[in-house]
């Protein structure tokens, strides 16, 4: 079997179909009673509204799902994601881009979804798009993310991009980068063209980082990319997002990481995830398994960067901008060469297509056959089970730190007030 065909094979079937509709609230078991997380709220309840499974009673359960507002998904925001370029100058072995990993030698670079670059035609396309699928739906501001491969490998056309969504009403305006190319002097432009978020994925601390994101000739990152945010956040307003991926070989040296990081950085303006790697179906062996213990493990991990300065965001059960509602009606998910995808995740991915910016969406059942949301259909650490299990232990151990040091407690007053007996 060609390479080609393994891929089409391994790719078929990779994907979960969509089903509208987020994810629905969960309940947690905190320290003192329950959290419920909603899409717009996180509220505490008192143990005596739950039953010895853990359900609430139907009183509460209506009541929580009436203070509930409208997800995003109802907003006058409009979702958009281009995919700047496909080209990454790293190698990184897990990328959800990758379609096949080398047999030999250790280090080889992995096949990727085919390589493109948008161009000014393609920015003028995309634009226009966007204007006119915004007036369609009645949408009057718009979300952007620039992503990739690697966007900063072009920072012209990011540029253009953030400045050719401003008349569209730009607003959280944000960028997925690896961090190599992303200078001060970058930094400054795109603030200025309108860019407020900038995500970086670190891969543990400095020698498990350089064993796994590295450059296409085999050369670690880690000093590259944090001389280049330190350098950034110094001379920007910009927010940022540290996302830490953890796999076997890179847990361990987290919490150096988190300490490291302390040191070099303004912690209050970092915003920290951590993130366990997934096999996305192309044989990667070091991801890590989902565990009670393990749970607990990066809970107190999160209670250390909390320590440090660092935010860490309370979990939520809101659906997402881009690809919850089939057919592209919160938002969109542009290629480099102008078709239209239901998520990154699938962009560039073989019979995962849904439309091209110039021709529109495909029809039904078309489009419905090839939606595919957040998740990816990665080859799952454990069972279902286990990881929620395993969501719900961190998850309580976060809201708990978070309620603790008074982080909610302007979000949840009023939920208080309602949900404790009289």
Request: proline share 5%; charged share 25%.
């Amino acid at each position: 079997m060609s390479a080609l065909a393994r891929r089409r094979t391994r790719i078929r079937g990779k994907f979960e179909p969509a089903e509208n509709g987020g994810p629905g609230m969960r309940f947690i078991r905190g320290a003192a009673g329950y959290w419920a997380v909603g899409s717009t709220f996180v509220a505490r309840v008192p143990e005596q509204h739950f039953d010895a499974q853990g359900r609430p009673t139907p009183a509460v359960r209506e009541l929580l799902a009436a203070r509930d507002a409208a997800p995003a998904t109802d907003s006058d925001l409009y979702g958009l994601t281009v995919l700047v370029t496909t080209r990454c100058n790293l190698a990184c072995p897990y990328c959800f881009q990758n379609t096949e990993l080398p047999q030999a030698p250790e280090g080889a670079i992995p096949l990727r979804i085919p390589g493109a670059t948008v161009d000014d035609r393609k920015v003028a396309d995309i634009l226009a798009f966007t204007r006119d699928r915004m007036a369609e739906l009645n949408k009057t501001a718009v979300k952007l993310m620039l992503f990739g491969g690697e966007p900063t490998m072009f920072p012209g056309y990011c540029l253009k991009l953030l400045e050719g969504c401003r008349p569209l009403g730009l607003t959280g305006a944000s960028m997925i980068s690896n961090g190599t190319l992303f200078d001060a002097a970058g930094a400054i432009e795109m603030e200025r063209a309108g860019l407020e978020w900038v995500q970086i994925s670190l891969d543990g601390d400095a020698a498990d980082h350089d064993r796994s994101r590295i450059t296409l000739g085999g050369r670690g990152t880690f000093a590259t990319i944090l001389r280049n945010v330190e350098a950034a956040s110094a001379r920007t307003a910009l927010k940022w997002r540290l996302r830490v991926n953890i796999s076997r070989e890179s847990i361990d040296g987290v919490q150096t990481l988190i300490d490291r990081l302390g040191d070099r950085l303004d912690t209050g303006r970092f915003m920290l995830k951590l993130a366990l790697i997934q096999d996305v179906g192309i044989g990667y062996q070091k991801s890590v398994r989902h565990s009670a213990e393990l749970a607990k493990r990066v809970g107190e991990l999160y209670l250390h960067a909390m320590d440090a300065g660092f935010t860490v965001a309370p979990p939520r059960a809101a659906p997402c901008l881009f690809c919850d509602a089939v057919g592209g009606t919160t938002g969109a998910v542009v290629n480099s060469d102008g078709t239209l995808y239901s998520c990154c995740h699938s962009a560039g991915q073989d019979g995962y297509d849904v439309g091209t910016v110039t021709a529109g969406y495909h029809r039904e059942p078309v489009v419905r056959e090839r939606w595919v949301m957040c998740g990816y259909g990665a080859e799952p650490n454990t069972d279902k089970a286990a990881e929620r299990l395993h969501a719900d232990i961190v998850d309580a151990i976060v809201l708990d730190r978070l309620h603790a040091t008074g982080s909610l407690a302007a979000a949840t007053a009023s939920q208080f007030a309602l949900m404790d007996p009289a």
